[in-house]
């Protein structure tokens, strides 16, 4: 019943832009921490991007920063994330995540890839990145 469904993978090249969203199904997202992960081809997963309950405070991977941006529209119960200038090491199933019981009481978000640290996982989505 409560679940993220995800949404906006693709397959694209190199240079170009896309959009993930997320969007909460049987529960509302205001207040909850989020947080977007990834698992590339031969790598385990890894969090890249997150953002407080508030949205006042967000981290970036050093992978990411500069080309990926974590938003949220609290109207739409959904979460997005802008992908510019992509590169071909980008593709990854990437997954989108909420928590509310952990760092996001305390008005901070983790980007640590452990399915304990937050209470909804969407299914993932493909994004793939190739000439």
């Known amino acids: 019943q409560l679940q993220l469904v995800q949404s906006g993978g693709g397959l694209l090249q190199p240079g170009g832009s896309l959009r993930l969203s997320c969007d909460a199904a049987?529960?509302?997202?205001?207040?909850?921490?989020i947080g977007w992960f990834r698992q590339a081809p031969g790598k385990e997963r890894e969090g890249f991007s997150c953002?407080?309950?508030?949205?006042?405070?967000?981290h970036y991977a050093d992978s990411v920063k500069g080309r990926f941006t974590i938003s949220r529209d609290n109207t739409k119960n959904t979460i997005y994330l802008e992908m510019n200038s992509l590169k071909t090491e980008d593709t990854a199933v990437c997954y989108c995540?909420?928590?509310?019981?952990?760092?996001?009481?305390?008005?901070?978000?983790?980007?640590?890839?452990?399915?304990?640290?937050?209470?909804?996982w969407g299914r993932g989505t493909q994004v793939t990145v190739t000439t």
């Open positions: 995540a909420a928590e509310l019981r952990g760092r996001a009481v305390q008005g901070m978000c983790i980007m640590t890839p452990r399915n304990e640290d937050y209470d909804y």
């Open positions: 049987g529960f509302t997202l205001d207040y909850y921490a």
């Open positions: 953002m407080s309950g508030t949205g006042r405070t967000t």
